[in-house]
T-cell receptor, first 111, second 114 residues
């Protein structure tokens, strides 16, 4: 699976949009971009995934560049409860495909 | 549904002791996984199972054993505990098909080996 690169940390103000970047320049055609988050001391939680089109669900939006080498997770109205570590993961969908977690990006939402 | 449950929540072991971390899921998922997470790091896959009776090694399997006799249960066995096994252990499960093949995680077991 392709490797991803994320900044170590970022912060944003409560109520504002949080834009979390991720680089995956070696992504291949059959690999998806996944985002999980881990709120302090809890197990990770799935947020969203995408292949090449932009995706939106009740939690977030995922914007993938046309060349697929980078993506941005957008939390449209960040709350204090969104403070967490966010993991960008590239994963193919073949048999026995597994999630590989890096260190992720720590998002701190300030009041 | 309870989802993925893990017991115990916390445990302190002495070097050389053994223990079993329990994991149960009630979502009828085919796939189950064990991860460990060291402080400040991401999760590393220890073992996984694609169905009852089938297990395979992940990235860091040394010092651990697993079994999968039922769809619901996937216990992780530590033999001869070592300080390097001090970590938080997460169990997860998924259908194994997708995308998204979303993995659902348990609350974790915090293990300290002294």
């Amino acid at each position: 699976d392709a490797k991803t690169t994320q900044p170590t940390s970022m912060d944003c103000a409560e109520g504002r949009a949080a834009n979390l970047p991720c680089n995956h320049s070696t992504i291949s055609g059959n690999e998806y971009v996944y985002w999980y988050r881990q709120i302090h001391s809890q197990g990770p939680q799935y947020i969203i995934h995408g292949l090449k089109n932009n995706e939106t669900n009740e939690m977030a939006s995922l914007i993938i560049t046309e060349d697929r080498k980078s993506s941005t997770l957008i939390l449209p109205h960040a709350t204090l409860r969104d403070t967490a570590v966010y993991y960008c993961i590239v994963r193919h969908t073949g048999a026995n495909s597994k999630l590989t977690f890096g260190k992720g990006i720590t998002l701190s939402v300030r009041p | 549904n309870a989802g993925v449950t893990q017991t115990p929540k916390f445990r302190i072991l002495k070097i050389g002791q053994s223990m079993t971390l329990q994991c149960t899921q009630d979502m009828n998922h085919n796939y189950m996984y064990w991860y460990r997470q060291d402080p400040g790091m991401g999760l590393k896959l220890i073992y996984y199972s694609v169905g009852a009776g089938i297990t395979d090694k992940g990235e860091v399997p040394n010092g651990y054993n697993v079994s999968r006799s039922t769809t619901e249960d996937f216990p992780l066995r530590l033999e001869l505990a070592a300080p390097s096994q001090t970590s938080v252990y997460f169990c997860a499960s998924s259908y194994g098909t997708g995308p998204p093949d979303e993995q659902f995680f348990g609350p974790g077991t915090r293990l300290t080996v002294l």
